[in-house]
């Protein structure tokens, strides 16, 4: 086990684009004995081996002819059966939650494909003979994005139910690529917008704000990742659902509110009624908080701009730890619960 210092976190962020890479590299030549009809697809798994089956949930959204949903719970829905594909998801493979879901998913009857790094799960799934996908070790789960979501979405390209992800997942990679050399240490803030970013939220409470069915995950991804990292509170919601009940709460308390920084993630392909939304929550707010900032995404393609998004974000939430003099790497009281449910 590698030492968890705070620079070995930058490291891991600098490295996303090559993960994508690595995982266009994979085979899986179990892939074609899995085609099938499925009535529904699942991704089990918490934390940081779970947003990599909200990414392709977001992804697949309108690709996928079936069903997809994201399960972060010891038990299943009561839909998955025989038809069911259930991809269970755990960077360590010792996620108790996890192993629960694979055990149903099991005795259900329904296809299974492992994404782990090894871990109980690792050698359950030996033992009941389901395919694996292997991903590297000696990385932090959420840190291991790219391991974690890219093999899903390209075994669902091998049995035919998702195309064009080889060529989707091609951008990311220029795109992240262009997008680092702006973000990493070295570039100090303005033209470091992540750096620029932490400022903004240091010493405040930041709410991240997205758009369903554009930048949704990216804004669930900023607030796990300003826990994780910067072990500051971070709150998330989207658009168009906000506007119908969040926006009503900013009249009090208004030393909270003064102290409220919120992010606004942006998208070209943003409904047209969303982005007209955007605006007047903007009036509304703006007097009344710390500092409405927006980021806006880069490239064309969905996975290229919702990761340009991300990334800004994981950088954000490394150099808000570092404003606050934490350590972004360990996450002691993830670990502290984990043994305490053990014992
Ligand atoms: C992220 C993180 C957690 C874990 C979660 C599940 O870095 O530490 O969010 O991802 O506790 O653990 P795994 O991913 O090992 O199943």
Redesign the pocket.
């Known amino acids: 086990m590698q030492e968890l210092t705070p620079e070995l976190m930058f490291d891991f962020l600098y490295n996303l684009p090559e993960q994508f890479e690595e995982c266009l590299q994979m085979e899986f030549p179990w892939v074609t004995s899995l085609r099938g009809n499925y009535r529904n697809i699942l991704v089990t798994?918490?934390?940081?081996?779970?947003?990599g089956g909200d990414i392709l949930r977001s992804y697949s959204l309108r690709r996928l002819r079936v069903p997809l949903v994201v399960n972060r719970d010891y038990v299943l829905p009561a839909f998955v059966g025989p038809d069911s594909l259930v991809f269970a998801?755990?960077?360590?493979?010792?996620?108790e939650?996890?192993i629960s879901a694979y055990a149903e998913a099991r005795s259900r009857g329904a296809r299974v494909i492992v994404v782990?790094?090894g871990?109980k799960?690792g050698e359950m799934t030996a033992q009941d003979g389901y395919p694996v996908v292997k991903v590297p070790a000696g990385l932090?789960?959420?840190?291991?994005s790219g391991y974690?979501f890219a093999p899903t979405a390209l075994i669902l390209e091998g049995m035919g139910l998702l195309p064009g992800v080889r060529a989707e997942l091609e951008e990311p990679v220029a795109v992240l690529r262009s997008r680092r050399r702006n973000l990493e240490p070295a570039k100090p803030a303005p033209e470091n917008e992540a750096r620029a970013i932490a400022a903004v939220l240091k010493d405040s409470i930041p709410v991240i704000w997205g758009s369903s069915s554009t930048t949704e995950i990216a804004a669930m991804r900023w607030k796990?990742q300003i826990n994780?990292n910067a072990k500051s509170p971070a709150y998330f919601n989207v658009f168009p659902e906000l506007n119908h009940n969040e926006i009503v709460g900013f009249e009090v308390p208004e030393d909270v509110l003064r102290r409220t920084a919120v992010v606004v993630l942006r998208d070209g392909n943003d409904h047209e009624r969303v982005k007209k939304r955007i605006e007047i929550t903007r009036e509304i707010i703006s007097s009344r908080v710390k500092s409405v900032t927006e980021v806006h995404s880069w490239g064309n393609s969905f996975l290229a701009r919702l990761y340009s998004l991300i990334y800004v974000g994981d950088y954000a939430s490394v150099y808000l730890a570092m404003e606050y003099g934490v350590n972004p790497t360990p996450?002691k009281i993830?670990d502290y619960l984990?043994a305490k449910m053990a014992e």
Do not use: H
């Open positions: 798994g918490l934390g940081g081996s779970a947003i998801v755990s960077y360590s493979g010792n996620t939650e996890t782990t790094t871990g799960l932090v789960p959420r840190a291991a974690l796990g994780e996450v993830i984990k």
